[in-house]
């Protein structure tokens, strides 16, 4: 362990016995959220960021030290384990790094290496190399019925030197360096009768680009060309610099006679193009794509914790809306706890057209219920429906109503769960869809949780990364959200109670359960009582868990039952009592951390509970605000040069950003055109959520394409953006509501476009969500 600690040390840029502390909590069974929390005198103020790339590298070191014990076991039993391989096998970062060392001693039965020895060659291959005679002389009195004619012989001979040659690990580490100094990856179109299936891809036709500066959304885009059979891809380079070394190595130019001079020079040949060479590309390609995955989960995780963390629009009435043209608009009205109201559909669309009975049922619906917010889903018919409701809101003005746009993305992929079938047995799916609309813009951390991440489509190319990595690196993320925020112990669905530290999804179903049978919690030491729930797992769960009217204050806070004496403490130091002293700045200004720190509460535990009791229970999540959508823009084509928009942030990738600005078509701003200073970072200056004034450079159409700057006006504007939005096209592709036929065909409501009507709102960090790279969004 004490090797690994100080690598993860060295590599985080902490202190070993931070790290071993930390490797020992996490091996004892605790999570990253409690130990990032709650430990922070054994881990010395590690944050949840640094704890999670501990464990991160935790597990990957573990398994590359177990695979490297066994790659050296296995040289030592071939007696081939010299000094300067097992230096070189030590020195290997990466398990990629560590097979290409192993690879030409990996045993191999069936290689024409391996025959050739067993033939008896070996001893021949060994004369050629060592002896100044002709290869056929030196194979003089050779017979084996395999081998049975000089050719086949002199073949066999080299694969032998081959398969020698490429032992010498020093060598042929230092032709990939050659070699990779050159390398251009290049990409053709496969036939011609891809041309025009494959379209989406053609700025790959016919395209090459030195290997080291491919960014990573490129690569990926080529990536899943070639997987769709659309793309051919190869490294290509120089061999010239390669060939002169391996003669070099073995001063194949002073060789004599001249025909073993040929033969090794021959054979050299073939041991760069046709052993070497294929290895170093695929090398190089896979050491690429590993760091374009990479990079491509870091992005899709950034932008899950936005949006998971956006602003709640909090505990209201709301009015669920989920648009339809030829089925029908869905609407549901839920109440201040995320319960169903009512629900009901209407059709203002063809072919029933009811546009007053439209208006009227919504009307009733918002007035019998009391309804603060109208949450529209932003798919197919999404802005003909925000109209209707405009019209209602202008004939109703006595209804103080909030109109927001809200993502569908992933909504039916709830709405048909077994979770939603469960939550809402009498409700049909298209209905449940409506429900979720509203629960989102309540709280979008509590109903997003219901989804698989990779259902809400805020990813770059993340249908070709690796899917386990990606799911174990976006569980995390969730878990993070949850725990940061906490959860009402007594409202939380199973889905959210299963990501909290130390729980699953078993014992969530138990937590809710229990309820169900003896009612509410009212305090945190009934959790004990649920069946499975030990005092391992009170002891991780407890503080994330939260009472509110319960029996003991405390519960409603971040405090940890483990505290709670220290809180009396303090209490009784300012001769008070501890419901007197929660959210009270005034008196916890005046407590000293240093005097109640002992052997049991460290300072950094004592200033948090501090900080804890002056804000009990505070959110992280920012304040809930609105964007608003010009009423008379609603369709690309209507865009003009010049046009100044408010918009939301839907997606930031590491090329630039895209967003939402009411047109059914995600604009993009390149990264050269998010900020008048140099951006290395999309995600530093933008995210999602994030609400933004932005200009339109380029309307394209056609193509549906539009291009947007955050630059202030008069600030030149980048070509590279006019190029970008041509690249990353397939990114930009916008098919929210792909499991409904009418989605195919979205006919225009004319009359449904009012003019000088209240104008909707947009949620922060609820903006359209598009999955990347053409890949179609589920509901």
Not at 103 to 110: D, F, L
Not at 495 to 506: D, Q
Not at 657 to 683: K, M, R, W
């Amino acid at each position: 362990m004490t090797e690994i600690a100080q690598q993860i040390a060295q590599e985080l840029t902490v202190r070993p016995e931070q790290v071993e502390a930390t490797i020992r909590l996490l091996d004892e069974g605790l999570t990253v959220p409690f130990v990032a929390r709650y430990r922070k005198e054994a881990t010395q103020g590690l944050d949840d960021t640094q704890l999670r790339q501990l464990d991160t590298r935790l597990h990957y070191l573990r398994d590359l030290y177990e695979r490297r014990d066994k790659v050296i076991e296995s040289l030592k039993e071939q007696e081939k384990l010299s000094d300067d391989l097992l230096t070189r096998i030590n020195a290997a970062e990466t398990k990629n790094a560590l097979e290409e060392i192993y690879a030409p001693y990996r045993p191999k039965r069936t290689s024409k290496s391996f025959k050739a020895k067993e033939a008896g060659l070996g001893e021949f291959a060994e004369k050629i190399l060592t002896t100044e005679v002709e290869p056929k002389d030196a194979l003089a009195g050779f017979s084996h019925e395999d081998y049975a004619d000089l050719d086949s012989q002199l073949d066999a001979v080299q694969h032998i030197i081959i398969d020698e040659w490429a032992q010498n690990i020093a060598l042929t580490a230092e032709l990939k360096q050659l070699f990779a100094k050159t390398a251009v990856l290049k990409s053709a179109v496969a036939s011609d009768e891809k041309k025009e299936v494959g379209k989406k891809f053609r700025d790959y036709f016919e395209f090459s680009e030195n290997l080291n500066k491919v960014p990573s959304h490129r690569l990926l885009a080529m990536l899943r060309g070639r997987q769709e059979n659309v793309l051919g891809l190869k490294v290509d380079g120089e061999d010239e610099p390669a060939l002169a070394r391996i003669d070099a190595e073995y001063d194949l130019a002073t060789v004599a006679p001249s025909a073993r001079q040929d033969f090794l020079k021959h054979t050299a040949k073939l041991f760069w193009l046709a052993k070497v060479r294929p290895s170093i590309e695929h090398s190089l390609l896979t050491e690429k794509r590993l760091a374009a995955e990479a990079e491509a989960m870091d992005v899709f995780a950034e932008n899950l914790r936005h949006l998971l963390l956006s602003a709640p629009a909090g505990s209201r009435t709301t009015l669920g809306v989920d648009p339809g043209i030829r089925t029908g608009v869905k609407l549901a009205v839920v109440n201040a706890s995320g319960d169903v109201l009512a629900h009901s559909t209407i059709y203002p669309f063809a072919p029933k057209e009811d546009k007053v009975g439209s208006i009227a049922e919504l009307a009733r619906l918002c007035r019998e219920f009391e309804v603060d917010l109208v949450a529209v889903g932003n798919g197919t018919a999404s802005r003909e429906t925000e109209a209707v409701i405009a019209e209602m809101m202008a004939q109703n003005e006595d209804l103080k109503l909030t109109r927001v746009s809200v993502s569908e993305a992933g909504a039916s992929v709830y709405s048909a769960s077994e979770l939603a079938a469960q939550e809402l047995p009498e409700l049909d799916v298209s209905i449940r869809g409506a429900v979720s609309i509203a629960r989102r813009l309540q709280d979008p951390l509590a109903e997003l949780v219901k989804i698989d991440p990779k259902s809400i489509g805020v990813g770059q190319y993340q249908h070709d990364v690796n899917q386990t990595g990606l799911a174990k690196t976006l569980d995390a993320v969730v878990e993070d959200c949850v725990n940061a925020v906490g959860v009402d112990v007594n409202t939380a669905s199973p889905a959210i109670l299963g990501y909290i530290a130390g729980l699953n999804k078993s014992i969530a179903q138990q937590i809710v359960e229990y309820r169900k049978t003896n009612g509410r919690f009212e305090n945190r030491e009934l959790l004990k009582k649920v069946p499975r729930l030990g005092e391992r797992t009170f002891e991780q769960a407890a503080g994330f868990l939260r009472i509110l009217d319960g029996d003991q204050p405390l519960d409603a806070s971040a405090v940890h039952p483990e505290s709670y004496a220290l809180v009396a403490n303090i209490a009784e130091s300012k001769s008070t009592t501890v419901q007197d002293i929660i959210a009270n700045s005034e008196i916890i200004s005046t407590i000293d951390a240093s005097n109640f720190v002992n052997d049991q509460y460290g300072l950094p535990t004592v200033q948090d509970v501090l900080s804890e009791l002056e804000k009990p229970g505070r959110d992280p999540r920012p304040e809930f605000r609105t964007a608003k959508f010009r009423e008379d823009i609603t369709e690309v084509a209507q865009l003009t040069e010049g046009m100044k928009l408010e918009g939301v942030v839907t997606n930031v990738t590491n090329f630039g950003a895209f967003v939402d600005v009411g047109v059914h078509q995600d604009g993009l701003v390149h990264i050269s055109e998010l900020s008048n200073s140099f951006v290395s970072d999309p995600h530093k200056v933008v995210k999602p959520g994030q609400i933004v004034q932005v200009r339109v450079l380029q309307v394209d159409v056609e193509r549906n394409r539009v291009n947007l700057s955050m630059k202030a006006e008069g600030a030149s504007s980048n070509p590279k953006a006019a190029r970008a939005n041509q690249e990353h096209r397939g990114e930009q592709k916008r098919s929210p509501r792909n499991d409904r036929p009418e989605q195919k065909s979205r006919p225009q409501n004319k009359q449904a476009k009012p003019q000088n009507k209240p104008q909707p709102a947009k949620i922060g960090g609820l903006g359209e969500l598009l999955l990347q790279a053409g890949v179609k969004k589920s509901k």
